[in-house]
């Protein structure tokens, strides 16, 4: 009997016929793999249209610099709203292997329709859409079409994202100590694997787009991610699978609703009058406890037992009205989502200084020295320092920094993951400083009277090396530690949220960034003045908008070093835990209720 159970996973994880997953049988790192290299493919198709889709607004569609940075920030902006519903469906509803699987035919869908709207419309005449070949107007019906194909590709893209990570984690039993270390190395190794996807389309599809060949590049895109999805579909006998918990809403208002219709009980010291299920429950729901927690104590009081919630019979208590009576569970669920907001809203800011890599550093690059010999270098294909940057600080942080660290303060794990986010807002400051300091040295070698230019500026485009590779640095760890974070501190029936709450914060940061464009443009415009951020850059001061990013910065690792100070982590109890919350502790807790009364 005992070898039967150590056959199976502990974490509640079931097989794609429902059946409890057999450890030998069904994911780790054979599943693993599989999917970060989906994920290295699915990257590849994106980045293949969002690294260039600025260039491809102003030089096809005609658009200023202003407005393609505003409508690129909008659309990667719209690919993380699309998370949240991907991450809604998944944890409610579809189960995260199909909705990968939908999303994942959608982003192809959207994909197909983006290549043969620029193959058959937009790029007329032939051979525009390089530096020195615009491209003519086009027809509403072509915009619209256009328009209709991008948006495709962020609803498939941003429904897929959440859950993809949190579907690679599942493949590792967290109750394993094995698996479970290779879950936390997992979370490195996807977003590893997102940014090794993205250099290809960074450098060689980027080239090829910088070039005109507009095409080539979307049909890439599609043939890759054509690739990524029969690539995940070829993993479907091996995956473990988390079935889905039911709608959060409705667990998230009924506590609301409890807690308000109580809110004349009196809160007694000790947990003896709170209700929660027993464990045996718990575990066929395969769900863990929640335990409790002090703080937001109005909430408790959905989880008081009064004689109004049970009907009596013997020792035991039935019919529970789940809007009148929560577990302790469900009010913790509640509590959790409450304080995960502050660190997320502390994270938005940090977004705003990494969707610049894709708008306004590119532009910046566009206007300096992009020539090597013969060879011109793509502005976008910069970001393929951030890239190496990534890569590098992933591997540097868990092979040197974290064991040191965790040397430092005698513990298993190094910097905790606020901590590391903290580290990440720091570096982002510092990657704003450079970026300003090399636009204030563009500036000084400018040509101010030639915005048409193939080289505004005299100075190379290297200079922006020490940006790049400052913003990938503050990925490792903000981003990767997000990841870890929300995964880990949401409750299991929320897990797809809690990585739908890292990219939702990229989603806002690039709307903040566009408002931020805005409201920029709207000041700093005069009659005789073009703004800090013109057409033509040489006229403007895009150095003063990369100082702003850096206080504004500053001011919110202030805001975030206190909420992480007040943050409370979520506390599990083991689905193998004490049986204290027996059908016979409920009732005693009840009885004592209608004592009080």
């Known amino acids: 009997m005992e070898m039967n159970e150590e056959a199976y996973t502990l974490d509640g994880t079931v097989d794609r016929h429902g059946q409890p997953a057999i450890r030998g049988r069904t994911g780790t790192w054979v599943s693993g793999i599989l999917l970060l290299v989906n994920q290295g493919l699915a990257t590849l198709a994106f980045f293949g249209v969002g690294v260039n889709l600025v260039l491809f607004l102003t030089r096809v569609l005609g658009q200023d610099s202003a407005a393609a940075a505003n409508n690129v920030s909008k659309w990667t902006g719209t690919v993380y709203i699309f998370s949240l519903l991907g991450a809604f469906l998944s944890d409610s509803y579809w189960g995260r292997y199909k909705t990968c699987a939908i999303f994942q035919a959608v982003f192809v869908v959207g994909l197909v329709l983006l290549s043969i709207s620029t193959t058959l419309f937009l790029l007329k005449p032939s051979g525009c859409g390089d530096e020195e070949t615009p491209c003519g107007s086009h027809s509403t019906f072509h915009i ?94 091996r995956y473990r699978h988390f079935e889905p918990k039911g709608n959060p809403l409705s667990r998230f208002c009924q506590v609301l609703v409890a807690s308000t219709r109580k809110w004349k009980v009196e809160r007694t010291q000790g947990e003896e009058n709170l209700f929660e299920v027993d464990n045996k429950e718990s575990a066929m729901n395969g769900d863990r406890k929640i335990l409790h927690t002090d ?21 035991k208590f039935y019919g529970r009205n789940p809007w009148r009576l929560c577990t302790v569970t469900q009010v913790e669920e509640v509590k959790c989502i409450l304080r995960l907001l502050p660190i997320w809203l502390c994270t938005i800011l940090f977004s705003v200084v990494f969707t610049q890599m894709a708008s306004l550093f590119v532009e910046q690059g566009a206007a300096m020295k992009t020539k090597i010999s013969n060879f011109n270098i793509p502005a976008a294909g910069m970001s393929s320092f951030d890239i190496l940057s990534v890569a590098t600080f992933i591997f540097l942080y868990r092979l040197v920094l974290d064991p040191v660290v965790a040397r430092i303060k005698s513990k298993l794990k190094g910097l905790t993951e606020l901590q590391r986010m903290g580290v990440g807002l720091v570096i982002a400051i510092l990657a704003m400083v450079a970026a300003g300091v090399v636009e204030v040295l563009r500036l000084k070698d400018a040509k101010k009277d030639c915005p048409n230019c193939v080289n505004a500026s005299s100075l190379s485009i290297f200079w922006q090396v020490p940006q790049y590779m400052l913003i990938g640095a503050s990925e490792v760890f903000m981003y990767v530690g997000q990841l870890e974070f929300f995964n880990g501190q949401a409750p299991d029936g929320l897990k797809s949220f809690g990585s739908a709450l890292c990219m939702t914060s990229i989603s806002l940061g690039n709307y903040v960034s566009s408002l931020l464009v805005s409201i920029v443009m709207r000041i700093s415009s005069r009659d005789d003045m073009p703004g800090w951020i013109p057409g033509n850059l040489n006229k403007g001061h895009l150095d003063r908008f990369f100082f702003m990013l850096a206080a504004l910065t500053t001011a919110d690792l202030v805001v975030y070093i206190i909420c992480a100070k007040w943050y409370k982590y979520i506390k599990f109890e083991g689905r193998k835990g004490a ?19």
């Not at 703080?295 to 020792?315: E, H, M, S, V």
């Not at 049986?579 to 009364?597: F, P």
């Open 144 to 237: 619209v079409f256009f328009y209709l194909a991008i948006y495709l590709v962020a609803l498939g893209n941003g429904g897929y994202q959440p859950n993809i990570a949190t579907f690679g984690a599942d493949q590792f039993d967290e109750e394993d100590p094995k698996e479970g270390h290779s879950k936390i190395a997992f979370f490195s190794y996807f977003y590893l694997a997102l940014n090794l996807g993205s250099l290809f389309s960074n450098t060689i599809l980027g080239y090829f787009e910088d070039q005109g060949m507009w095409a080539l590049g979307f049909w890439a895109s599609t043939a890759s991610a054509v690739g990524a999805l029969v690539l995940f579909l070829i993993g479907t006998p």
């Open 295 to 315: 703080g937001f104590r109005f909430l408790d009081k959905a989880a008081i037992i009064t004689p109004k919630n049970y009907a009596k019979q013997g020792k």
């Open 579 to 597: 049986d204290d919350n027996s059908d016979d502790g409920q009732a005693e807790a009840a009885a004592a209720a209608e004592h009080r009364v």
